[in-house]
């Protein structure tokens, strides 16, 4: 059995905004192991982002707690929820990941310079990771002289760097055509289980499910499918987005709302 | 981590942020010129009166203590000089002629002073002796008249005034050359006060005296004991004057204040548009960086991070386009024509420097704020 890296106990966030309150996400508890790679689906409005927040420290839960590596989020101050961050979490977000004025080089190495390292000896490692991505010939152009799928591969390269235990990816295939989106995710899967991350992966296209090993639905910020046999999860690949974008329209009516 | 951040930005950047300092060097220029102008002309007013040696002035009453409106008898001077507590009363007349010369060289306007040699109100020379004898025909020049006309110790100048209804010319050997003693806008010439009554011009030829009328008289006291009572004592004991110290005889001349006040506000809207100028860019600046400031903190940047890059940048630019205004400045001071009264006194161009160096993080106050209120969150679209 691995080492567990994320542990949730019975998460719940509730906004609340002109007096009405909105359960985003509701007693969610899970656990997620070195090594394994999982896919966080459900409809809009469903509290994916929400949950991804809270999991990278950047929300405070409402109740319940988030435990990475065993220690309790909710137990750090600001600073050291920052530092945590940056030590022990990879990020890959929608858009704007990249600092427009780095090369993808450097960009990789911002993770390891804000963390106190050497970047000189550690140059063999970007690169290495850029390579396998296929960026060989990028290394040194500045993200506006990539194209989108280059530059959310620079953006996970970043996020595995450091060496995190936990990788999050927010929707990182948005913006990119269905091939593109196939040759990110499965690098993205493969350094995963070779380096034995733990990794999140909010995805809003079902297809992309195929590369990881469990999928969790979320439906009114509760879990509702969780999905674990192979067969299941191929399934539900090869289903269109479309089934998914239905159900959402059918659960926005019956969300939890309280008054 | 902050250094490296915003160096990397300034130079993939470069045009924009030269751009930027090049209005930020022109702010400097036109604070710069401003400053060295006030001194300058400051200075061109008042270096005379400013580098007097005495304690009081002594002026008619009733004249807003101007020089030129000022008459003060001898009578008065000898009661002034017999007067409990002063050391030394020394009497100065003031008047204007030209130096002129043989060659087709253009004749010099200066303020042509009459003083007691060895008085208070006398200059000493740095070359050659001072002034010694009432009556002798020599002449001290500054060193500004000394340089424009090319004279030196021994050499004789030709001073011509109007007596009457003619234009007359008359020779001075020069004694001494003084530092530096500019008197409403003209270097100074001195000459004892009976060659300077004969030599003046004036409305009707052969009309002098040995101890003419003069301006002012310039008092020192023994000791700053006596010094506490000696203006009221003066004021009080000789009829028809008042007193007064040097720095608000020169304050007192006919547009100085005015013209030091209008230089000021000057300088002082330039510095407040340079604020909001340099506010504005790096304002606009951080609003658009305000996705990848969010990315920042949620990679996990700390806010003091954040924060040094945005100091950075702006001390960065700051210092750029002061130091290229400064040179320019230089640049400008030194090919101009010398009579241009600008100068750059140690005091007032370092004022102008520390606050052109200010308004830089001042103006970036409102950026650094708003860099720090970003939202991780942001970076999840939230
Ligand atoms: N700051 C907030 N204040 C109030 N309500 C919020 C806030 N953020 C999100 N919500 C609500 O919480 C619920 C969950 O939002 P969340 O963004 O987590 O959903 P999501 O699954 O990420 O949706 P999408 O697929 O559209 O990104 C939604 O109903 C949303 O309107
Ligand atoms: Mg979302």
New interface residues.
Partial sequence: MERTVLETQQVTKIYRSNEILVRAVDDVSIQVEAGEFIALVGPSGSGKTTMLAMLASLLVPTEGSVLIDGEPLGDMTDRQRTKFRREKIGFTFQSNNLIPYLTSIENVELMLRLNGKRVKQRRGRAKEILVRLGLDAQLNQLPSQLSAGQQQRVAIARSLIHNPSLVLADEPTANLDTARAHQVVQNFSDLIHEERHAGIMVTHDLRMCKYVDRVIQMVDGKISHLITSQEEISVLSESSEFDILEMGGASMTKKDVIR | ?AL??SV??I???KGRFFLFSLVIALIAILVLYTAGLASGLASANKEYLEKLRADVLVFKSGVNYSTIESRIEYDQLRRIRLLEGVAEAGPIAFSNAKIVFDSEVDSIDVSFIGVDPGKPGAPNAVLGDNLRFAHSKVVLVDQKVAEDSNVSVGDFIKLSSTQGEEDEVYELRVVGITDGQQYFFRPSIFVSLPVWDRYRPKATAGVYRNKPDVNVVAVLAKDSTRLAYLPEAISAVIDDVETTDIQTAYESAPGYSEQQATLGTLQGFTLLIGTLVIGGFFQIQTLQKI??I??????????RIVASMAILQIIFVTIIGVLLGGLVTLGLVVGMPDNIPIQFSGSSVLTALIALLLIGPVGGMVSIRLALKVE??T????
């Fill in positions: 981590m490296y951040l990397k930005e130079w993939r950047n996705p990848q969010g990315m920042l903190k949620a990679i996990g940047t700390p806010d991780p969150l970076a999840l679209g939230m």
